[in-house]
């Protein structure tokens, strides 16, 4: 391990994510930026490689790929073994830095994994502020939402204890932060006064409509804003982002539209939810469709270099935002940001942000044919809809932009803690609906 010269009048932060920078991509430079901060980052040795360019004036180190569950662990311990073993890991490597005199004044942490788990003990004079992502449930949310993948009695029983490791961290930390309303309203509620809701944040200074984007396929076809673009992004290709949904629907969306082209962003693989024992969920709703889809009109992008991806949003006619009641992804707020024409699933996450017929359209989950209809009403419009895209880049701008918004609030609730004051609540909450003016519910506090 490099040894560091630690500078005792400094701020002294520590962040650990395990794929560091994660959530923090923003907030860890923001921080290092500060001259009177001295930031230092752990995590997994391996996904480190090659970043400290990406991030001057933060130190990396990296512990080494922590060895996961035993074989013989009951299954619905081995998250939470393997989350004690990488534990003990960050333990380990921030002990070394304890040795050469570094004393932190605040740890930030995602505590997923569990390498927030002994952290306390080791600087328990430090102040440790915990990214509360998702709590889970064995009913009402995710698991059981999609009765294509019913869940078993084994199911909900595993997922309650999944919750092992977030429940240490709520106990263990001195303050909590949570991207959205919704994913923060998961939490017990003993302990909702003491997590602050604050979205990561979306460069709304860089995603920006463009009305002379282009993109050229690899089959040498180029695409402008006046034709009919159809996009889908996820992450992973997999029932989780509704992929399942949205590829049953082109059968219909292909019969009206004849000239719509569609663009999917997105690797085939699977984030979350259930893995198939072979294949990719791609292949499988593939073989599913046979011929009903031309395949000649959908486009499998992969995954983009982030330019491209934005560029294809900035392209988009009308875009697709399709989920299970799980966390909010960024593409959502970055689709708005660049002034797409939003259809989300009505779904809690995308119902905190999409407004139907003011900011975007909503549509049922399952839906095939209300999805069509609603990409038939953006389409059949001569400017498609440009006041609901006008209307989504203004609540992207005055709620979730990064410099105006979000990294103040995060620094407010990091110097707050700093200083030794638990912050109040209220003054560090988002409002509660995107605020549109003349709907109802809209607010201001």
């Known amino acids: 391990m490099k040894k560091a010269r630690f500078e005792p009048n400094r701020v002294n932060i520590l962040i650990v994510h395990q794929n560091f920078p994660g959530?923090?991509?923003?907030?860890?430079?923001?921080?290092?930026?500060?001259?009177?901060?001295?930031?230092?980052?752990?995590?997994?040795?391996?996904?480190?490689?090659?970043?400290?360019?990406?991030?001057?004036?933060?130190?990396?180190h990296g512990y080494p790929p922590p060895k996961g569950a035993s074989t013989g662990t009951h299954h619905y311990l081995k998250g939470f073994e393997a989350?004690?073993?990488?534990?003990?890991?960050?333990?380990?490597?921030?002990?070394?830095?304890?040795?050469?005199?570094?004393?932190?004044?605040?740890?930030?942490?995602h505590p997923g994994w569990g390498e927030g788990l002994y952290l306390k003990e080791l600087f328990p004079c430090a102040k440790l502020l915990s990214y509360f992502e998702f709590f889970y449930h064995p009913t009402g949310v995710d698991v059981g939402f999609d009765p294509e993948f019913p869940a078993t009695e084994d199911d909900l029983l595993r997922v309650n204890t999944k919750n092992a490791l977030n429940l240490f961290n709520l106990t263990a930390c001195d303050w909590g932060l949570a991207p959205t309303r919704?994913?923060?309203?998961?939490?017990?509620?003993?302990?909702?006064?003491?997590?602050?809701?604050?979205?990561?944040?979306?460069?709304?200074?860089?995603?920006?409509?463009?009305?002379?984007?282009?993109?050229?396929?690899?089959?040498?076809?180029?695409?402008?804003?006046s034709d009919e673009v159809i996009t889908f992004v996820a992450r992973s290709l997999e029932p989780y982002r509704g992929f399942h949904v949205f590829l049953r629907s082109l059968v219909e969306i292909q019969q009206r539209r004849p000239k719509a082209q569609v663009l999917i962003i997105g690797r085939e693989e699977v984030s979350y939810g259930r893995k198939l024992a072979q294949g990719s969920y791609k292949e499988q709703y593939l073989a599913e469709l046979g011929n009903t889809v031309d395949l000649g009109r959908v486009h499998f992008l992969g995954n983009l270099p982030y330019q491209q991806y934005l560029e294809v949003l900035q392209l988009s006619s009308v875009h697709v935002y399709l989920t299970y009641p799980f966390v909010l992804s960024w593409s959502l707020l970055e689709a708005m940001s660049a002034g797409c024409a939003v259809i989300g699933s009505r779904t809690p996450p995308v119902e905190e942000v999409l407004v139907d017929g003011a900011n975007g359209l909503l549509v049922d989950f399952f839906s095939t044919e209300q999805l069509a209809d609603a990409v038939d009403r953006v389409l059949d419009h001569p400017d498609r809809l440009q006041?609901?895209?006008?209307?989504?880049?203004?609540?992207?701008?005055?709620?979730?932009?990064?410099?105006?918004?979000?990294?103040?609030?995060?620094?407010?609730?990091?110097?707050?803690?700093?200083?030794?004051?638990?912050?109040?609540?209220?003054?560090?909450?988002?409002?509660?609906?995107?605020?549109?003016?003349?709907?109802?519910?809209?607010?201001?506090?």
């Open 387 to 445: 006041h609901l895209r006008e209307a989504a880049r203004r609540t992207a701008v005055d709620h979730y932009d990064l410099q105006s918004v979000c990294l103040p609030r995060q620094l407010a609730l990091i110097n707050a803690l700093v200083q030794g004051v638990l912050p109040s609540k209220p003054s560090l909450m988002f409002p509660s609906s995107p605020g549109i003016p003349g709907l109802p519910g809209s607010g201001t506090s």
């Open 83 to 109: 989350g004690v073993r990488r534990g003990q890991a960050a333990y380990r490597l921030a002990a070394g830095l304890r040795k050469q005199g570094f004393r932190p004044d605040l740890i930030l942490c």
């Open 182 to 225: 919704w994913q923060h309203s998961l939490h017990p509620a003993e302990y909702r006064d003491r997590i602050s809701v604050i979205f990561d944040g979306i460069r709304t200074d860089q995603i920006v409509p463009n009305p002379a984007a282009t993109v050229t396929l690899k089959t040498g076809v180029t695409l402008a804003r």
């Open 23 to 60: 959530q923090f991509k923003h907030l860890a430079p923001a921080l290092a930026a500060d001259k009177s901060n001295r930031v230092v980052a752990i995590g997994e040795a391996t996904n480190l490689k090659g970043r400290t360019r990406s991030f001057p004036g933060i130190e990396l």
